[in-house]
């Protein structure tokens, strides 16, 4: 830290000080001018459409001049509900399963495996689903239950999509699990309760808001997902009416169709306003459980 | 009814070691299949050149342009995340460390951020590109990564540095040091493993990272001289090579993707080889 000595350290300070500030005026301006600019390059689409006709309406064909978001606003839905009832039990168990029951070595082992998932991109995971996933539902789920499918459908959407979602849930749940004070704990066993008995009355009711948070963040995380979720779940715009059809969520028709938005009329603004969406929607969850996680924090 | 208790506690004991064992399997299913797949295809020749022509109908050539591309867009980007991340981080703990209320609103910005995806920079990156009439860029797709991984960068900075007993600051105080110094001098240098850290981490999602470059940072057969050239990158050289119908192509997908997941595992290897490395500094 000799360039300290160089420079009269009143000066050092100064400028490190308008760097810290213009720094954080960045930041703060930043989720404003991203809203700002996907509301205002959106808008030419409301000159013409109401909200509700955008929203409530499936007829997609941009170039006809409809558009229609319900279709992807639905197949988003399901296939983030999909992926969340795939992964939520599944990661609660193993989080309990780890801090509770586990050895050390395998929590210590966990967390690898979780750092490891947590930084795969999401296209390997999209090419792992279509080497893997996609020709197993299409070959043995779907025939299993009666159905044929390409398997690219809502089902492998979902099956990625929970498989992506685990390593942010797990490390979720198992901060929040270890979290709880051991007191808790020994006071129920104490009083002659059984260890599962303690986990089902103690520990989960104690960490529930952290429980919540970490689902709902895993929700929120499923729902932005872009390229490993239009990799397999077959982006045909419909209402899928069941879990072997393909379905079109909001990312990856945004993804998608890049290409060719700007020689239709509208076409940019139709997908600026799914951004708009997407960025709303995942904000208002993000804060919710924040001010949730938040509130609970300073009554503790 | 103790046996109900007993066999009840039982049967989630198993279904839990089933689940958990059942995570391990699929993480070991991708790494393997991934591993199998992409060896096959990875020769000396797909790291060391650019495409060749007709190399999108399975000729020669390899994907050195996307492999530098990418390196260049995480570099640059990771810089540029640093350069506004590492002031906000210590400030967080050290200017205003006595603003509890605003260092909250802060933390609860970011942490709001974190989890907008990256398709809406990669779209809002566009819609200012286009706003300006400008082309698809590396310059571009550094600007647009750099936006998502700052909040990344400052959060997971932030999470060590505010672990730091505030005895230190006190001390660093008292003996006259400025708050320029305390951040830079003090609190920089105890939190130097999990700035690393957060370092590899932010490297590792903006090298990852398709949807924020598909629009922003474009793609094309050689390696960016300017920073106005478009780029190509690895998740999207992936994600075309893939949806190609001839087999030798979808080959190199596969290659790619090998690669791809190399750098990341050996990103998180560093990571905790630095963790360990740099813990000597700590008091």
């Given at each position: 830290?000799?360039?300290?000595?160089?420079?009269?350290?009143?000066?050092?300070?100064?400028?490190s000080?308008?760097?810290?500030?213009?720094?954080?005026?960045f930041?703060?301006?930043?989720p404003?001018?991203?809203?700002?600019?996907?509301?205002?390059?959106?808008?030419?689409?409301?000159?013409?459409?109401?909200?509700?006709?955008?929203?409530?309406?499936?007829?997609?064909?941009?170039?006809?001049?409809?558009f229609?978001?319900?279709?992807?606003?639905?197949?988003?839905?399901?296939?983030?509900?999909?992926?969340?009832?795939?992964?939520?039990?599944?990661?609660?168990?193993?989080?309990?399963?780890?801090?509770?029951?586990a050895?050390?070595?395998?929590?210590?082992?966990?967390?690898?495996?979780?750092?490891?998932?947590?930084?795969?991109?999401?296209?390997?995971?999209?090419?792992?689903?279509v080497?893997?996933?996609?020709?197993l539902?299409?070959?043995?789920?779907?025939?299993?239950?009666?159905?044929?499918?390409?398997?690219?459908?809502?089902?492998?959407g979902?099956?990625?999509?929970?498989?992506?979602?685990?390593?942010?849930?797990?490390?979720?749940?198992?901060?929040?699990?270890?979290?709880?004070?051991?007191?808790?704990?020994?006071?129920?066993?104490?009083?002659?309760?059984?260890?599962?008995?303690?986990?089902?009355?103690?520990?989960?009711?104690?960490?529930?808001?952290?429980?919540?948070?970490?689902?709902?963040?895993?929700?929120?995380?499923?729902?932005?997902?872009?390229?490993?979720?239009?990799?397999v779940?077959?982006?045909?715009?419909?209402?899928?009416?069941?879990?072997?059809?393909?379905?079109?969520?909001?990312?990856?028709?945004?993804?998608?169709?890049?290409?060719?938005?700007?020689?239709?009329?509208?076409?940019?603004?139709?997908?600026?306003?799914?951004?708009?969406?997407?960025f709303?929607?995942?904000?208002?969850?993000?804060?919710?459980?924040?001010?949730?996680?938040?509130?609970?924090?300073?009554?503790? | 009814?103790?046996?109900?208790?007993?066999?009840?506690?039982?049967?989630?004991?198993?279904?839990?070691?089933?689940?958990?064992?059942?995570?391990?399997?699929?993480?070991?299913?991708?790494?393997l299949?991934?591993?199998?797949?992409?060896?096959?295809?990875?020769?000396?020749?797909?790291?060391?050149q650019?495409?060749?022509?007709?190399?999108?109908?399975?000729?020669?050539?390899?994907?050195?342009?996307?492999?530098?591309?990418?390196?260049?867009?995480?570099?640059?980007?990771?810089?540029?995340?640093v350069?506004?991340?590492?002031?906000?981080?210590?400030?967080m703990?050290?200017?205003?460390?006595?603003?509890?209320?605003?260092?909250?609103?802060?933390?609860?910005?970011?942490?709001?951020?974190?989890?907008?995806?990256s398709?809406?920079?990669?779209?809002?990156?566009?819609?200012?590109?286009?706003?300006?009439h400008?082309?698809?860029?590396?310059?571009?797709?550094?600007?647009?990564?750099?936006?998502?991984?700052?909040?990344?960068?400052?959060?997971?900075?932030?999470?060590?540095?505010?672990?730091?007993?505030?005895?230190l600051?006190?001390?660093?105080?008292?003996?006259?040091?400025?708050?320029?110094?305390?951040?830079?001098?003090?609190?920089?240098?105890?939190?130097?493993?999990?700035?690393?850290?957060?370092?590899?981490?932010?490297?590792?999602?903006?090298?990852g990272?398709?949807?924020?470059?598909?629009?922003?940072?474009?793609?094309?057969?050689?390696?960016?001289?300017?920073?106005?050239?478009?780029?190509?990158?690895?998740?999207?050289?992936?994600?075309?090579?893939?949806?190609?119908?001839?087999?030798?192509?979808?080959?190199?997908?596969?290659?790619?993707?090998?690669?791809?997941?190399?750098?990341?595992?050996?990103?998180?290897?560093?990571?905790?080889?630095?963790?360990?490395?740099f813990?000597?500094?700590?008091?």
């Amino acid at each position: 830290m000799t360039t300290f000595l160089l420079l009269p350290r009143k000066w050092i300070d100064r400028i490190s000080n308008t760097w810290l500030n213009v720094a954080v005026i960045f930041l703060l301006l930043l989720p404003l001018v991203i809203g700002l600019g996907l509301v205002l390059k959106s808008l030419p689409l409301f000159h013409e459409y109401s909200l509700g006709s955008l929203i409530g309406s499936s007829d997609w064909s941009p170039l006809e001049g409809k558009f229609g978001f319900y279709a992807f606003i639905i197949g988003s839905l399901l296939v983030t509900l999909l992926s969340f009832v795939l992964s939520a039990p599944v990661c609660l168990l193993a989080a309990i399963y780890l801090t509770q029951y586990a050895p050390r070595w395998l929590m210590q082992a966990m967390y690898f495996v979780i750092d490891v998932l947590a930084g795969i991109p999401s296209v390997v995971y999209g090419a792992w689903g279509v080497l893997v996933v996609v020709p197993l539902i299409s070959e043995h789920v779907a025939p299993a239950f009666g159905f044929t499918t390409t398997g690219y459908c809502l089902l492998s959407g979902g099956v990625v999509l929970a498989i992506m979602a685990v390593p942010y849930m797990l490390n979720m749940l198992m901060e929040v699990l270890r979290s709880i004070p051991i007191e808790l704990k020994e006071a129920s066993l104490s009083l002659g309760a059984t260890y599962w008995e303690t986990i089902k009355w103690i520990l989960l009711r104690q960490g529930k808001t952290g429980i919540i948070a970490a689902l709902s963040l895993g929700i929120s995380k499923a729902l932005g997902e872009t390229i490993a979720v239009l990799m397999v779940v077959g982006n045909v715009a419909q209402v899928p009416h069941n879990i072997f059809q393909p379905a079109y969520p909001l990312p990856a028709l945004i993804a998608n169709n890049y290409g060719d938005m700007m020689s239709v009329p509208l076409y940019d603004a139709a997908l600026m306003l799914s951004a708009l969406l997407l960025f709303v929607i995942i904000i208002v969850v993000n804060a919710l459980t924040n001010l949730l996680v938040y509130k609970t924090g300073t009554n503790n | 009814m103790k046996n109900k208790k007993k066999l009840e506690e039982q049967i989630f004991l198993w279904i839990m070691r089933v689940v958990t064992g059942s995570i391990i399997l699929v993480f070991f299913l991708i790494l393997l299949v991934i591993i199998q797949k992409g060896w096959h295809a990875l020769s000396w020749e797909m790291v060391s050149q650019e495409p060749q022509g007709g190399f999108y109908f399975g000729k020669g050539g390899g994907i050195l342009n996307a492999i530098v591309g990418s390196l260049y867009l995480a570099f640059g980007s990771t810089f540029l995340a640093v350069l506004i991340g590492l002031p906000v981080a210590l400030g967080m703990n050290v200017h205003w460390v006595r603003n509890k209320r605003w260092v909250n609103i802060l933390r609860f910005l970011l942490d709001a951020l974190w989890g907008v995806p990256s398709i809406v920079f990669g779209a809002f990156g566009f819609a200012v590109m286009t706003y300006f009439h400008l082309r698809a860029s590396l310059l571009a797709g550094i600007i647009t990564v750099t936006l998502f991984i700052v909040p990344i960068f400052i959060r997971a900075f932030d999470e060590v540095v505010r672990t730091i007993p505030p005895g230190l600051l006190e001390a660093s105080y008292s003996l006259g040091a400025t708050r320029t110094r305390t951040a830079f001098g003090v609190f920089f240098r105890q939190a130097l493993p999990g700035f690393i850290t957060a370092l590899l981490l932010a490297f590792g999602r903006g090298i990852g990272d398709a949807a924020s470059v598909l629009f922003t940072a474009g793609y094309t057969d050689h390696i960016p001289q300017t920073l106005q050239d478009p780029t190509a990158t690895l998740p999207l050289a992936i994600f075309f090579q893939l949806s190609s119908s001839i087999p030798e192509v979808k080959e190199r997908a596969y290659a790619a993707a090998l690669i791809l997941t190399g750098i990341i595992l050996a990103i998180s290897v560093l990571s905790r080889l630095a963790t360990r490395k740099f813990k000597k500094n700590i008091l």
